[in-house]
C-alpha cells in the first residue's frame, strides 16, 4: 500500500532558527497539504499544493511540491515559540481519494 | 473557526459500553473523514463518506461503525468499549473528491476517556 514517510520524528531549536522538514512517498502524489496541530486540538491547514514544482509561502512558512511528485518540504523562518506543535503532511494519488498521513514532526523550542 | 463542528467534545464512559460522536461538516463540502489520535501518536484513518455512500475505509475495527446522513453530518458508533479505545477522535470534511478540493478541514475533536 501507499506509504509516506515524514522527518525527522521531532526537531529541538532555538527561537529564532530556521527549520525544515519533509515527507517523502513510495508513490506519485497529486496533491500535498502541510496541517500544524496544537496540543488537544484539531489539525489546521497551513498550505496546499496542487502542482509538481509549486512552491507556497504563508508568512514564515514556505512549502515546496517536490519535482518528483514523491516528495514535499516545509520551512519554517525565524521560528517563534507559538511554531511549537506537531505538523503533519498529507497527500493524495490520483488513483484513490483517500489522504495518506505522514506521522508527524514534533517541535519543541529550546527555552 | 474551521466551520467543522464535533460533540460532544469529552466524553468518560466505561469499558462496555456503547457511545456515538457526532460531526456536522463545513456547509457544502460533501466528504466526511472520520480519525482516531492515542496519546502522542498520529491520526490513524478509520472511515470516510462522501454524499452518503462509505468510499474508502481504513484501520476501523469491527466494533465500530459509522454512517452519513441525508443532511451531511455523521455519526461514529463506538461499541463493546475498551481501554485502548481512550482517545481524541477527529472528524474532518471536504468539499468533494477532486484533486482541486482535496483540502480536509477538522473539528475539535471528542475526546473519549474509557474507564
Known amino acids: 500500500g501507499q506509504q509516506l514517510n515524514q522527518s525527522p520524528q521531532s526537531m529541538f531549536i532555538q527561537e529564532g532558527e530556521d527549520v525544515s522538514m519533509n515527507c517523502t512517498s513510495s508513490s506519485i502524489f497529486n496533491t500535498w497539504l502541510w496541517y500544524k496541530q496544537d496540543p488537544g486540538e484539531g489539525p489546521v491547514l497551513l498550505i496546499a499544493?496542487?502542482?509538481a514544482g509549486e512552491l507556497t509561502s504563508n508568512g514564515r512558512l514556505t512549502a515546496q511540491f517536490g519535482i518528483t511528485r514523491k516528495d514535499s518540504f516545509l520551512n519554517i523562518s525565524a521560528s517563534i515559540p507559538s511554531d511549537v506543535g506537531i505538523y503533519f503532511c498529507a497527500g493524495r494519488a490520483s488513483s484513490n481519494y483517500q489522504l495518506i498521513w505522514g506521522a508527524g514532526t514534533k517541535l519543541i523550542i529550546k527555552p | 473557526d474551521s466551520g467543522v463542528t464535533q460533540t460532544p467534545k469529552h466524553l468518560i464512559t466505561a469499558t462496555g459500553q456503547r457511545v456515538t460522536l457526532r460531526c456536522s461538516p463545513r456547509s457544502g463540502d460533501l466528504s466526511v473523514y472520520w480519525y482516531q489520535q492515542s496519546l502522542d501518536q498520529g491520526l490513524q484513518f478509520l472511515i470516510q463518506?462522501?454524499?452518503?455512500?462509505?468510499?474508502a475505509k481504513g484501520n476501523i475495527l469491527e466494533r465500530f461503525s459509522a454512517q452519513q446522513f441525508p443532511d451531511l453530518h455523521s455519526e461514529l458508533n463506538l461499541s463493546s468499549l475498551e481501554l485502548g479505545d481512550s482517545a481524541l477522535y477527529f472528524c474532518?470534511?471536504?468539499?468533494?473528491?477532486?484533486?482541486?478540493?482535496?483540502?480536509?478541514?477538522f473539528g475539535q475533536g471528542t475526546r473519549l476517556t474509557v474507564v
Open positions: 463518506y462522501y454524499n452518503g455512500e462509505e468510499r
Open positions: 499544493l496542487y502542482k
Open positions: 474532518a470534511s471536504s468539499e468533494a473528491l477532486s484533486d482541486a478540493r482535496a483540502e480536509a478541514f
